[in-house]
């Protein structure tokens, strides 16, 4: 079963998307402004998950994910995001080794570019290794203000 809702967030609309069972879609998005009520028990679930994040009363999520796209290391790097605790940032580079591949820093980096579950799979927490916040699909604004909320900037 497929279904999809369109929630309203402090950054914006956030698409979320569902099958089988498991998110498989968060994404920030153009959409309505109004939003599409989410109507499963999962999208809601979600829906209410990401509102008490925003809330700053949520640091871990609860949801069940699949990854049904992405090439074997863009699930490896998505799940190895999850490792990051909230409110730490970790560089590329330590994710690339915490990947079991020390030297591919760039790889992580476009892996984190197609991240299909934005703030769940924390990508925002990924960093230069200077400091520097970079790249972040939802723009720089949104990575900086997600850092802001978990007290990590």
């Not at 309505?32 to 994040?53: C, D, H, N, V």
């Not at 200077?130 to 900037?153: F, H, P, Q, S």
Request: aromatic share 8%.
């Amino acid at each position: 079963m497929k279904a999809a809702a369109v929630i309203l967030s402090p950054l914006g609309p956030m698409l979320l998307e569902e099958t089988d069972g498991a998110l498989t879609r968060l994404s920030f998005c153009g959409g309505s402004p109004r939003g599409k009520a989410p109507e499963t028990p999962l999208l809601q679930q979600a829906a209410a998950e990401l509102a008490a994040y925003f809330a700053g009363n949520r640091r871990q999520f609860s949801l069940p994910l699949a990854f049904p796209e992405g090439t074997p290391w863009e699930r490896l790097v998505w799940k190895t995001l999850l490792a990051i605790p909230y409110g730490e940032t970790r560089t590329y580079a330590q994710i690339a080794a915490m990947a079991g591949r020390p030297t591919a820093c760039r790889a992580v980096g476009a892996a984190n570019r197609k991240n299909p579950l934005a703030v769940v799979v924390p990508c925002h927490r990924v960093i230069g290794k200077n400091g520097a916040l970079t790249g972040y699909a939802g723009g720089l604004w949104r990575k900086k203000a997600l850092l802001k909320l978990e007290g990590a900037l």
